[in-house]
DNA sequence: ACAAAAGTGTTTTAGATACACCCATGC
DNA sequence: GCATGGGTGTATCTAAAACACTTTTGT
């Protein structure tokens, strides 16, 4: 009993961005909470939420967020990074959310606090599976997140501040085009991430001269249109 | 017994900065482990360790930080920000902790995840006082910390760090200055924090710029050199 | 007059921005 | 030959860096 108390007190939250090439949109990636098999006495109503979940007994805070990862994207050894601590003693606290804490939680009055942790995944890489308390799975863009379960909108939002903030200097693009890529590919990771546009000229200029990428022989093929050189990181 | 498990396994520790501006030094505020009244059945050795405490059931995160650091200083509304939570299971299990936890703690096998914060001060602003866990308080220079209990080198280092990366953006130099101050003193803070030397007239000039000071029609009083122009923050 | 620190301007370099036309390819 | 996006250069502006001498005050 008292060996157990930690497990329900802290938690993990992964906001999971999914960069989708195609339509140059960043999503996140949201669960559906799952109604119980029996309907509980009062009406249950799913909400979107942030796949979490709380941190076991002998396990780190970054095992734990990876274990989360790991059980909704079946993808191991992406690059979290932990951004915030949230720990409102009311965050856990509100009528909406009541319900699904008597469903899912051994003691469902228990203050919890919750360390979150940003990743960024090519959207197509990853096929998400609902997990145990999930009953869906789904994609949301970044610029219309619905209201969510607890505290997570504002965790959705400091997590982007934190990666327009960080874009430069932690190396996300690298997770998030393929290995070979072109620059309208990057240019176009960098106006989703950042919400702006750039001068196509200017871009490319900065990052020839930052010597983080290199120029391949190689171009791209089987496109209706002049092929474009294509890049790597070093 | 169930209401109270919370309080077993969050603390918060604050890592405040203070500088010095007579020498130019940024050093750390650090306590220094107090011995049991009744000698304990092994040796005590004290540490030196960051301030900190367990957060209580119905404290927020923020409020622990506050109340720790009025604890020690008497001084309130100062900015305190939280920069990272540490987590590993293993970081309160060290020998050199063992005895500590023993005598302070209800629970000393219990895991704790701390939450990290930082503030900066001026150091002659405050008179601090050893509270209940500490027989000592002391400054220490940033560039000679010593080894401190727990995982709190690497949290002194962290936040160091993360002090220098926004210490233009978040207005740290307004806590850290008298209302009406010289450039040379603004020009010393910088270099204190960032550990490097700039030249005088460059830096005059980047801050001239940057509306962010307002230059008075005062001057300094009571020197045995020219005196210098002040200046105010807008 | 001397000691001490304040105050100040110009030149160079690098990065950021603005801007428009021709090119290579598949159909 | 046409539609589509690829690829490129120049001019301007702003910010950062390097650099040294004169001024003001108290004693």
New binding site residues.
Partial sequence: MKRNSFRKHISVDCVIFGYDEENNKLEALLIEQKEPAKRSPMEFVPQFALPGDLVNEDEGLDAAAERVLKELTHVEGLNLRQFYCFGDPMRVKQAKDREWLNLYRSDPEARVITVAYYTLVRKEMIRPVPGSFARNVVWKNTKRVPPLAFDHNSIVKRALDNIRLHLESDKIAQELLPEKF???QLQNLYEAILNTSF????F???FK?DDVIVELEE?QKG???????LYTFK
């Fill in positions: 072109t620059m309208r001068d196509k000229r200017n490319t200029k900065r001269k171009k496109v209706l249109y002049k092929p474009a050189r």
